[in-house]
């Protein structure tokens, strides 16, 4: 799933009509790759333990219901921008209140006061971590049912909830029924992303809380809590540019959206950290830690600037970009700023930022590097597939950006 937003200069109408299947194909492929990874990660432990911490227990399923409702009554409660989503084809847009980053903060501060109280242990997630994977994907498997169960007993002929069947039950468990199935009034496609997200922060800072217990803390882990908290708290900042990424405005709501948001981000994306937590013998020279800092400032910069150029592009094609009238090519298309030194400079920046949240760890084991060598894999399929696309939508004035700027992701590299 995607983490970001993808402006557009077309109406999102039309967008939405674009035909995705070999796009599911391939994701499925990386999902299946992906997984096999994981698993052979997994069989690198004992299998009597790795079995029997997967079983969850009833305080895992606590821990779940505890978030999932804070989350629900949070969402719906506290204030925050309400942002108008995409134009859907019958006319209608969905609403969504952006106020992630006040839940989390909220909720961080409530898991802060309930464990100085003793309510609460702060450790409940890292002593925890296999069973609440197993009982997160159990969860996956029993919501996308339901989903599955109610979206083709639906009626309703809007184009949120108007039932897309096919009639294969493993195509449309996976790819879900419906666009945006909502439970108690709540949207939960919009509700699952951010619950990855809060969970992928609150899974590190339990992560960090065992190794300041363990006496085990270290300039490793430090520097791997301080680069994804950074990254999760600007995603919020930015929370209303996910009403906009591909997966909010045209993907259905099945397995294969709720498992990645649910499990697949929270879990695999702290890998590196839960390494550490079993491998704290890292040492990190002053030039390897400025070094790893460099990789983390510059992705950002790039990441976020390339992103937000096209957002403000989109917006008002006249905008000054670093200062200067924008170049642009066919009235469409920015060729100056970050657009105007690779193709997808913005790819280039998030995969600085997997990097640097892999660096902590050294170099003695590929299983840190998991996100950013996962995040390669698909951004690079993903260029293509969206180079395809832009070729077909723009025609000559594609040709001359490609004239223009010659490099996909980095110059004089790829
Ligand atoms: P982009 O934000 O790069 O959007 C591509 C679209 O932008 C094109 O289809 C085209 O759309 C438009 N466009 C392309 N070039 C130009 C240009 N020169 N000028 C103006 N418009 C242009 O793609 P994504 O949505 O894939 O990615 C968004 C972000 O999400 C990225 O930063 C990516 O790294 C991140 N991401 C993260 C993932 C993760 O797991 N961490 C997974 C996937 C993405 P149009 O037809 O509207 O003009």
Redesign the pocket.
């Known amino acids: 799933?995607?983490?970001?937003?993808?402006?557009?200069?077309?109406p999102l109408k039309k967008?939405i009509e674009i035909n995705k299947g070999d796009t599911n194909d391939f994701e499925c492929f990386i999902f299946y790759f992906d997984i096999l990874l994981l698993l052979l990660m997994l069989l690198d432990m004992d299998l009597g333990v790795l079995l029997s911490s997967l079983i969850p227990s009833f305080q895992s399923v606590y821990v779940l219901v505890f978030y999932f409702v804070y989350l629900a009554v949070a969402g719906e409660i506290l204030p925050g921008k309400v942002i108008r989503g995409a134009l859907l084809s019958d006319g209608s847009q969905l609403r969504y209140r952006c106020n992630g980053l006040l839940a989390l903060t909220l909720l961080v501060a409530i898991l802060g006061i309930c464990a100085k109280l003793g309510i609460v242990s702060p450790l409940v997630v890292a002593d925890r971590g296999l069973e609440l994977l197993s009982a997160t994907f159990i969860l996956c498997v029993l919501v996308t049912l339901a989903l599955y169960i109610t979206g083709r007993s639906s009626s309703d002929k809007s184009s949120s909830l108007k039932p897309h069947v096919s009639g294969n039950l493993v195509h449309d468990w996976w790819f879900g029924i419906q666009l945006n199935p909502q439970f108690l009034s709540i949207d939960l496609k919009f509700f699952f992303v951010r619950a990855g997200m809060m969970g992928w922060l609150l899974i590190n800072l339990s992560i960090l809380a065992k190794s300041v217990q363990d006496d085990s803390l270290s300039q490793s882990m430090i520097l791997y809590q301080i680069f994804c908290a950074l990254y999760i708290l600007d995603y919020f900042v930015h929370e209303e540019y996910m009403t906009s990424?591909?997966d909010i405005i045209a993907e259905r709501l099945g397995f294969m959206l709720v498992f990645g948001d649910l499990l697949w981000i929270p879990f695999t994306f702290s890998i590196q950290g839960w390494w550490l937590l079993h491998n704290n013998k890292v040492e990190l020279t002053v030039p390897a830690i400025v070094a790893n800092c460099l990789v983390f400032v510059i992705g950002y910069l790039v990441?976020r600037g390339?992103?937000k150029q096209?957002h403000i592009?989109?917006k008002n094609p006249k905008t000054p970009i670093w200062g200067k009238p924008p170049v642009v090519v066919g009235g469409?298309?920015?060729?100056s700023g970050y657009?105007g030194i690779a193709?997808?400079c913005?790819?280039l920046?998030?995969l600085m930022l997997?990097l640097s949240f892999s660096l902590p760890c050294g170099i003695s084991s590929p299983v840190p590097y998991f996100y950013p060598i996962y995040?390669l894999i698909?951004?690079i399929w993903?260029e293509r597939r969206?180079e395809v696309?832009?070729a077909e939508?723009y025609k000559e004035i594609w040709a001359e950006?490609l004239r223009l700027v010659p490099w996909r992701i980095l110059p004089y590299v790829y």
């Open positions: 799933s995607s983490t970001e937003s993808s402006s557009t200069s077309f967008k990424t591909w990441f390339a992103n096209k592009f989109k469409k298309l920015l060729a657009w193709r997808h913005n790819y920046g998030d997997a995040l698909l951004l993903r969206d696309r832009c939508k950006y």
